[in-house]
Every structure is written in C-alpha cells, then in structure tokens.
C-alpha cells in the first residue's frame, strides 16, 4: 500500500498551505504535479534540495513528478522574496545552467519508474513559439491588474519600483501550470511557502480558461506548498560563510557539504532530518533519543550529514569527508591521509599556508630541524632553534606522525606524491615539494 503523500508532509513538518481537495485528489488516483526550478545558476543549493525533497515523496507515494526547468522565465526573474530588480543572464549561460540542473535533478528522481517515472521538462520549449500578441490573448486576457496587484510577491516591489517584465512573471508561471495541465495532465504545482502567488495564479488561469469545459469540475487544479527552512533562532537557512552551499561538487566541495550539516546546531536537526533525509518516523525518532541520551556523540548531526551527503555525491564521498574530517578534527593517521583523493585533499587544505621546496632541496636536508627552519622556507619556523624546542615540546608532526628527534634524517612519504602536512600544535602547513 503506498504511503499517503499528505500524511508523510505533515509528520515531516514540509506542509506550509494547500488548496481545499488536495488531499482527496492524491487519494483518489495516480496524480502529476511538478515544481520549477529557474537556471539563473549552474548549479542548485540546498534551499532548492528542500523542493526537491517534496518531488522525492511524492514519487515514493506513487505520484508522477515533473521537475520544470525554467528556460523562458529564467530570461525574465521571479520578483518573489527580491528587493530588486534580477540582472538579466546571457541566453548562452541560460543554456548552460539549464543543462547543469537536469544532470543534478537526475541524481534525485526515478526516470525508469513506470507509470510514475519523472519527467523533466522546459518552459522555453513551448514559450519559444508564442507571440507577444498571442500570449496577451491566450493568459493577459484572464487575469486582471487587480488580481495579480494583490500578489505579496508583487506589493511589496509595488513602492519601491518593478518593472512590466518581473510583473508578468506570475502570468508567465500560471501559463506554465495552464500549459502542462493542458498537454501533461498535472492537476497540481507545489513549490515553496514564497511561490504560493505565483502557484495560485496558474490555478486561476486553469480555472477561468477551463470555465466552459464540462470536465473542469471533475479535473480542477491544485497547489501545495512547503514552509522555507530557517533556522531554530528564526534567521534563513542554507549558507555559510561562503555563500549559498551549492549541490555540485565544483561549487561546494563534498568536504564542505558535509560540514555544513556536523555542525548543524541540535536544535536544528529534528527539523532538518524530517526536511532533508528520508529516514522514517521511527529511525528520527531514535537518533533523537540517542542523541538525547549521549549529546557529545552528536549521534543526530552525523546521521543528517551522512543521508544528505551520500545522495547528494556519492559514498566515496561521504567516506573522502569522514576521512578528511578525522585528519582536520579527530586522531587521523598517516593512513587516513593516503586514502584521501586529491580532490578530498586540495578542499581539505584550501588556504593552508605553504612552502615550496624543490625535491633535491628536501633529498639532501640533514635533519628535521633544517627542513622546518632554513632560510628558504622559514615561515614555518624562523630559526632552528625554535624549531628544536617545538619539537623537544612534542608540538611538531608531519603527516600526522609526532616528530620526536630533532636530528632525525627527513624520510617521509610524500602525499599526493608532493606534499608534507607539518603539525605546529593544532595549526596545519603544507611543504609542496616540487
């Protein structure tokens, strides 16, 4: 028996608002329904993999997801949440970031499923051949100034300027549900809780243009939307201090992505593992009480780390993060470091200080001491002295290995075959040797 749809939002707390019937037409039959997603990058982030989730259940349930890629209102720019107006984007990168997000939507969603596989499709496909002219005729002639006036997305830019282009985006997005109810029979859009505008338009476009088709009472559209993730104290949720946390590995490392959710506050976590992950009820409902039971073990930031990472890269990944995350933070050895690939490597120690030393340089150094001291390369340390002493106070390793003879011959394995992790206490540097 499949799970009911509804059901499994709420308990999740990703039900924000939907319209009278929602629930009754998900029980009654197999429903199509989709999301948009604007390219205006190349990539998507975390905030859009909560929409992404709602597609995810969705399917689960036996419905049928279609993940719409915005290729004509991606030219225009949602004014939803934005206090001003979107710089436009070159069609040549709108195509690009278009072919980035299907590839990423792909990872997520089941395209060999049957009768509810998703489908993946692009506004630009039918609003390319759509005059000015034919548009006003076909969706301008149904909605009024007033109604789409009283859109919030819309009242809040109205004092402060909008232009005719993000005004009629809502016209363009109804058009879209209007098109696909049309051609794709998907009887529902869902987005976020700031879409619930833009989604209610198309319902009203689908309501007034099916006005005199007898069946419009039997397939009449829907909309249901999901509350935007913020955090426990209320600020939004979804960057860190570099920005947005991007879904492509280019953008946000796998290592960075982990990160991000192990240090995900405990008051955060409930919520983001029902948002985020697909553990069940029960599984949630455990790591909570472990949680409880052994804070320290941070039981509940580790189980949301691994479901969102491993899905969203891969296990080698999720593995490559642990692996770095013990070097970082934990007792990682020599070990630890030569399992991690260079990607794993070079995001590990991204702005790690470093010092080049040419290979015959570190093949003919006597000892330790000069490796860490000479003239060369004495910003590790400035004299030998000095770097006798932090060794003789057991404060120096290299490759996580404590280096305990000051006069020792340098004899190390060298990582990624050309680098020395040097320890000084809990500070990293890196000797590159070329």
Aim: hydrophobic residues 35%; proline residues 3%; negative net charge.
């Amino acid at each position: 028996m499949q799970k009911n749809f509804i059901e499994e939002l709420r308990w999740r707390g990703m039900l924000n608002d939907m319209m009278p019937g929602t629930e009754e037409q998900l029980q009654k039959e197999i429903t199509a329904a989709y999301i948009g997603f604007d390219p205006t990058a190349s990539s998507l982030h975390i905030g859009n993999l909560a929409t992404i989730m709602l597609l995810k259940h969705f399917q689960l349930c036996g419905h049928k997801p279609y993940a719409l890629v915005g290729g004509a209102t991606g030219m225009v720019g949602d004014p939803s949440g934005k206090a001003a107006e979107r710089s436009f984007l070159s069609e040549e990168t709108l195509r690009h970031n278009e072919s980035c997000i299907k590839k990423q939507l792909e990872k997520f969603l089941d395209f060999d499923g049957g009768s509810n596989s998703a489908e993946i499709v692009n506004n630009y496909d039918w609003f390319k051949g759509i005059s000015f002219l034919d548009f006003l005729r076909e969706a301008g002639k149904y909605i009024t100034i007033n109604y789409m006036s009283a859109k919030d997305s819309v009242k809040k830019r109205l004092e402060t300027g909008i232009s005719f282009t993000e005004f009629s985006y809502q016209l363009l997005q109804g058009y879209d549900f209007y098109w696909l109810y049309k051609n794709k029979h998907v009887r529902l859009q869902m987005g976020g809780s700031d879409q619930w505008g833009n989604i209610t338009t198309g319902t009203e476009l689908i309501r007034r243009k099916e006005s005199n088709n007898d069946e419009a009472s039997e397939h009449r559209a829907f909309a249901l939307t999901t509350p935007l993730v913020t955090k426990a104290d209320g600020t939004k949720f979804g960057k860190s201090e570099g920005g947005n946390v991007w879904l492509d590995a280019s953008m946000t490392s796998p290592f960075q992505f982990y990160q991000f959710w192990i240090n995900c506050t405990d008051a955060d976590c409930p919520r983001l593992l029902r948002v985020f992950t697909l553990y069940s009820k029960e599984e949630i409902e455990t790591f909570e009480q472990q949680h409880a039971e052994a804070p320290h073990l941070r039981i509940m930031q580790k189980a949301l780390a691994k479901d969102v990472t491993i899905r969203v890269h891969s296990q080698h990944d999720y593995e490559m993060a642990i692996a770095a995350s013990d070097v970082l933070y934990g007792k990682g050895t020599l070990e630890t470091l030569q399992r991690m690939d260079a990607a794993t490597f070079t995001s590990v120690f991204e702005g790690v200080p470093q010092t080049i030393i040419k290979r015959t340089e570190l093949e003919n150094c006597p000892t330790v001491t000069d490796l860490l001291s000479t003239t060369t390369h004495n910003e590790i340390y400035p004299s030998k002295s000095e770097a006798r002493r932090a060794i003789q106070g057991n404060a120096v390793g290299i490759n996580k290995t404590k280096v305990t003879d000051a006069n020792a011959q340098p004899d190390f394995v060298l990582l990624q075959n050309k680098y020395l992790l040097v320890s000084k206490g809990k500070k990293n540097h890196l000797i590159l040797v070329e």
